[in-house]
């Protein structure tokens, strides 16, 4: 689970405080956001999504009342958006900063994975690593020169996180045929319907692929 991943990283932060020797950059992943889709007797995709969500608000929440709090920007990014299309643009992911410094609410602007790269680069005083970083566009809107240092509070899910998904289902049957060892190898259109069915329901359409505008596009930048 990735609350047991999040308490280790808690335990060695604690740790790296305690020696004085806290990073400047950390890297930390949770992967249980990518889930066993409906396979029978494994973790279901709602508990497994709580879990990641949980695990994430719990770091947020130890970082935000440690002494390293006043000086940490947290970037949030899902790897990719498991061909999964919403209301906008089938190539959107969610993408969160976390930081007293953060100005907080939606900032609707288009940006990739190198532009936030690019953010950190410029925070740490780094050179760039690619092309494409040398490129990208750093966050520089996204701040406030006043912090909050408030601490954050992680909300108690009401999901069970021990949930498992039932057998002989046709869903359980259709997961089978997934292969799940690693991330972004299973045929993704079909894992998609498998939870969009799970989640939805069989009478609500799947939606299609989406492309955003020109004009929201224009507007974004």
Request: no cysteine; charged share 25%; proline share 7%.
């Amino acid at each position: 689970p990735d609350i047991e991943r999040a308490k280790v990283f808690i335990a060695d932060l604690a740790g790296m405080e305690r020696d004085g020797k806290v990073p400047r950059f950390m890297v930390l992943r949770l992967g249980n956001d990518h889930t066993s889709g409906t396979s029978a007797g494994k973790i279901s995709p709602l508990s497994a999504m709580t879990d990641n969500d949980l695990a994430l608000g719990i770091i947020v929440e130890a970082i935000s009342r440690s002494a390293i709090w006043p000086r940490t920007a947290i970037f949030v990014l899902e790897d990719d958006a498991q061909n999964g299309p919403d209301h906008v643009d089938s190539h959107r992911s969610p993408f969160f900063v976390i930081s007293p410094y953060a100005a907080g609410g939606v900032f609707h602007r288009f940006a990739n994975t190198t532009d936030v790269i690019a953010t950190m680069e410029e925070i740490l005083g780094l050179g760039t690593l690619s092309q494409f970083d040398h490129f990208g566009r750093p966050l520089r809107d996204i701040w406030r020169t006043t912090p909050d240092l408030r601490p954050y509070a992680a909300l108690t899910p009401s999901v069970n996180l021990n949930d498992v998904n039932p057998p002989a289902t046709r869903e359980a049957r259709e997961s089978a045929r997934l292969d799940l060892r690693f991330e972004d190898i299973a045929d993704e259109v079909l894992f998609n319907h498998i939870l969009w069915r799970m989640m939805k329901g069989e009478q609500t359409p799947y939606p299609g692929t989406r492309r955003i505008s020109q004009l929201e596009l224009a507007r974004a930048r």
